[in-house]
């Protein structure tokens, strides 16, 4: 499969075929480190990493995955490029365009990435928008693969703020890759209409369904649940409203019991808020499933970059 050359905006950008791809090399590249075997693909690449929010994960998957493969990083905070206020995005990514051979963006505004991947001409990698995280949808799916041996018919069900990233990107992922969608939130917090209806036709492809629903009954027989943190970056004014409307929606032993399963996981992008979105009690009982997620986000990513600029 040739994926060269290919930004990764957003999950809706790529086949089914393409993602599974960048599952399976993943999985290859994670084997292959756990044996010490390390690669030369990124050899003479070198990489610009913006990052307008913070980030824990996502800096250090592109950081190691890079380097790991025999390419140079280089970090770019808010602070320290002018994006967006002295410097057009624009020009700024004509200019990294020129030095770089892909660029990693973490940001507020989807338009922002799809700009600097339109200037740059070299591939974009969208490390987080308001909108989508597509790079942690492939670690999240390379997860499953891992518990389950395999995704289509797979039931997961998200809890939790549903109109967010997190959300909109599993929604895109799970419905092209087979896997049924569950969304349990308010109705406040449902995605935007548009793209339920651009992921029911994947799902109609794939032959999956999409639920969103207000009620707690529709965890019952969840392969996996997954949340996420209440309030977004860049949300943090919004704190005490969504505490108030999503307490209900706590992922705790009550709502895995509602499960009526054995053997459900339970799936987080990171960071938590333990006390909110979920228990510290179920968070734990859950952990090494949660960090081998968090530890596929470098596999994932290093498949992302190889696929892309690699040689
Ligand atoms: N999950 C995730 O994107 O984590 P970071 O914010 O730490 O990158
Ligand atoms: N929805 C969260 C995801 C963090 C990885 C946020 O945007 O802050």
Known sequence: MDLKGRSLLTLKDYKAEEIDYLINLAAELKA?????ILGDSLKGKNIALIFEKPSTRTRCAFTVGCIDEGG?????????????HKESIEDTARVLGRMFDGIQFRGYSQETVEKLAQYSKVPVWNGLTDTYHPTQILADLLTLK???GTLK????????????NISNSLMIGTSKLGINYTILAPKS????????ETCKQYAKESGSWIEISDSLDGVEGA???????WCSMGEEALAAERIAILKPYQVNPALIEKTKKENTILLHCLPAVKGNE???????????VIFDEAENRMHTIKA????????
């Open 304 to 311: 992302v970059m190889v696929a892309t600029i690699g040689k």
């Open 32 to 36: 292959k480190k756990k044996q010490g």
């Open 278 to 288: 979920v228990t510290e009690e179920v968070f734990e009982r859950f952990a090494d």
């Open 146 to 148: 891992e518990q389950f």
């Open 223 to 229: 392969d996996a649940i997954y949340t996420d943190v």
């Open 72 to 84: 140079h990083p280089e970090y770019l905070g808010k602070d320290d490029i002018q994006l967006g």
């Open 189 to 196: 917090l449902w995605p935007n209409q548009e793209l339920i």
């Open 153 to 164: 018919g797979l039931k997961l069900v998200y809890v939790g703020d549903g109109r967010n």
